[in-house]
């Protein structure tokens, strides 16, 4: 069993940054990829980045350039540092970590909102 729980999200003025953290806690040996998603009111949950185990990363077209995935040096945190936000960088963002048997653990969201 893998337990997430992300932290830092909050009010951003447009243009203005923010880093999301995951902490995973359990069987953590057995994550091999390690991700972040997000959900707009509305809308489908969208996938933002990816880590491996290995430290492939991936970024959705959608952030590339703009959020940087990494990794705490206990490999047992995620953290998404977000730049230069939109307002359609809106939404709840969800920690997400895969196993190799059975379905991907999900952190319980943290809400960001980029409002003047």
């Known amino acids: 069993q893998v337990a997430l729980v992300e932290s830092g999200g909050g009010l951003v003025q447009p243009g203005g940054s923010l880093r999301l953290s995951c902490a995973a806690s359990g069987t953590i040996f057995s994550i091999y990829v390690m991700g972040w998603y997000r959900q707009a009111l509305g809308r489908s949950r969208e996938l933002i980045a990816t880590i491996t185990r290995g430290g492939d990363i991936t970024y959705a077209d959608s952030v590339k350039g703009r959020f940087t995935i990494s990794r705490g040096d206990l490999k047992n945190t995620v953290y998404l540092q977000m730049s230069s936000l939109k307002p359609e960088d809106t939404a709840v963002y969800y920690c997400?970590?895969?196993?190799?048997?059975?379905?991907?653990?999900w952190g319980q969201g943290t809400q960001v909102t980029v409002s003047s």
């Open positions: 997400n970590a895969r196993v190799p048997v059975g379905p991907p653990y």
